[in-house]
């Protein structure tokens, strides 16, 4: 059956983690694993240093860089550009939507909730937003996942489309760990942006993948009609 296929309960369950979690936190709810977790990342010695040497720390600030709206308003803007470019404006126009509704959803739900950023350790990057949940993890994933996925439909190559999604995928868990690393987001803020990634870029890649579908097919019927003719 369609319902207890992966690619559908992989979002579903998503979507209800997300809510559990927002739940939870909107009603100041706290979690012991989140001090865990973060600790773990930081030198025992001294908690205001992340673990690791300098070179680590300053390759996890670029790393989290990839998630900044400086970093992924340019990926998506060169995908739709070279989508668009292909032939392919249905899947261009649908991502840069995509995006930027993420992106106002990304603002609204931090203000609603309005989590403080973690206070246990010094934080190794400047914050500017509340904490829940963590754009750069819910952002990085609508971004990369819905590019991998129109790339794949674009390219209608099975081995392109597995090799786009697995280079989204090693992205979004990088940036993710970045921000529980250099001490500005909690693991469950983190956790919370990756279950609404995926629920969210999930519905948006089938909604604009049909469309952009019969928006191909529609022109591709114009076009042989006029050849024929």
């Not at 927002?22 to 908690?47: C, E, K, V």
């Not at 390759?59 to 709206?69: E, I, K, P």
């Not at 350790?121 to 819905?146: I, K, N, Q, R, Y």
């Amino acid at each position: 059956m369609f319902l207890l296929r992966p690619r559908f309960l992989l979002p579903v369950a998503a979507a209800f983690g997300f809510l559990g979690l927002a739940i939870s936190i909107a009603s100041g709810h706290s979690f012991a694993l989140d001090s865990q977790l973060m600790l773990l990342f930081r030198d025992a010695a001294d908690p205001s240093l992340p673990i690791g040497p300098a070179w680590l720390r300053e390759m996890m600030r670029d790393v989290t860089g990839l998630g900044s709206f400086v970093g992924l308003g340019t990926a998506t803007a060169i995908a739709a550009l070279t989508l668009r470019l292909c032939g392919h404006g249905a899947l261009a126009l649908g991502l840069v939507v995509d995006v930027l509704a993420a992106t106002a959803a990304s603002s609204l739900l931090k203000t609603a909730i309005g989590r403080e950023r973690p206070d246990i350790v010094e934080h190794a990057a400047l914050t500017f937003t509340a904490s829940f949940p963590s754009g750069h993890a819910f952002l990085s994933a609508v971004v990369l996942l819905g590019i991998a996925s129109f790339v794949g439909i674009a390219s209608r190559r099975a081995d392109i489309a597995r090799t786009c999604l697995w280079t989204a995928w090693i992205l979004i868990v990088a940036i993710g760990l970045s921000r529980i690393y250099l001490g500005v987001h909690w693991p469950s803020d983190v956790l919370g942006g990756w279950c609404l990634g995926i629920a969210w870029s999930s519905l948006a890649i089938v909604l604009i993948g049909r469309l952009a579908a019969r928006i191909e097919a529609q022109r591709e019927r114009v076009t042989g009609s006029a050849t024929v003719g």
